[in-house]
Nanobody
Framework: QVQLVESGGGLVQPGASLRLSCAASGSIFSIYTMGWYRQAPGKQRELVADISRSDRTNYAESVKGRFTISRDNAKNTVYLQMTSLKPEDTAVYYC??????????WGQGTQVTVSS
């Protein structure tokens, strides 16, 4: 089993930056595809970014050029560096882990609020 714990969210002004972290349990972190999803109030959950076991990355069009996903396998941690934050980025951000075989794992989420 995998436990995911997100951190780094907060309240910031438009244009600010935040770095989200997701710490994962387990000894096979390096073979998981890791991702960040977000869900705004009344909206569907959407993929923000993911990063594969081979470090291939994928981003939602709305965050390309502003967000960067990365992973540190030695620390069992995945990051989401967010810059030039916009009010529409306001959401709960969830960490996701997808092993090659087996169940999908989710963290409890961390709130990001972008407001003047």
């Amino acid at each position: 089993q995998v436990q995911l714990v997100e951190s780094g969210g907060g309240l910031v002004q438009p244009g600010a930056s935040l770095r989200l972290s997701c710490a994962a349990s387990g000894s096979i972190f390096s073979i998981y595809t890791m991702g960040w999803y977000r869900q705004a109030p009344g909206k569907q959950r959407e993929l923000v970014a993911d990063i594969s076991r081979s470090d291939r990355t994928n981003y939602a069009e709305s965050v390309k050029g502003r967000f960067t996903i990365s992973r540190d396998n030695a620390k069992n941690t995945v990051y989401l560096q967010m810059t030039s934050l916009k009010p529409e980025d306001t959401a709960v951000y969830y960490c996701n882990a997808r092993p090659p075989i087996g169940m999908n794992y989710w963290g409890q989420g961390t709130q990001v609020t972008v407001s003047s």
